[in-house]
Nanobody
């Protein structure tokens, strides 16, 4: 059974960094595009970054370009989200999601398999 588990969230000051991890089990990660989403209280879930199964292509929201980097290590069944220059508006629960045999997408409706989320709080 396909399973995704996020970790790495926490409390960080503005301008700080965090690295989130998404560990996959129960399927061959290399055939799945993996995306990170986030949801702040009272707001809709939004796409942050996506990476193809092979890792040769990525796509990111304008709000995080130049600050966040998505990467993957298929040998470790893990996808990462390196977040630098964090801002208070980045505060949210961050989720990873998998999409098999499909190109990347930042639309939540395109994904069927989700992790449980990890909280990221940016505050002084």
């Amino acid at each position: 059974q396909l399973q995704l588990v996020e970790s790495g969230g926490g409390l960080v000051q503005p301008g700080g960094s965090l690295r989130l991890s998404c560990v996959a089990s129960g399927f061959t990660l290399s055939v799945y595009a993996i995306a990170w989403f986030r949801q702040a209280p009272g707001k809709e879930r939004e796409g942050v970054s996506c990476i193809t199964g092979s890792g040769d292509s990525t796509n990111s929201a304008d709000s995080v370009k130049g600050r966040f980097t998505i990467s993957r290590d298929n040998a470790k069944n893990t996808v990462y989200l390196q977040m630098n220059s964090l801002k208070p508006e980045d505060t949210a629960v961050y989720y990873c999601a998998a999409r098999g045999f499909r190109p990347c997408s930042l639309g939540p409706a395109d994904f069927r398999s989700w992790g449980q989320g990890t909280q990221v709080t940016v505050s002084s």
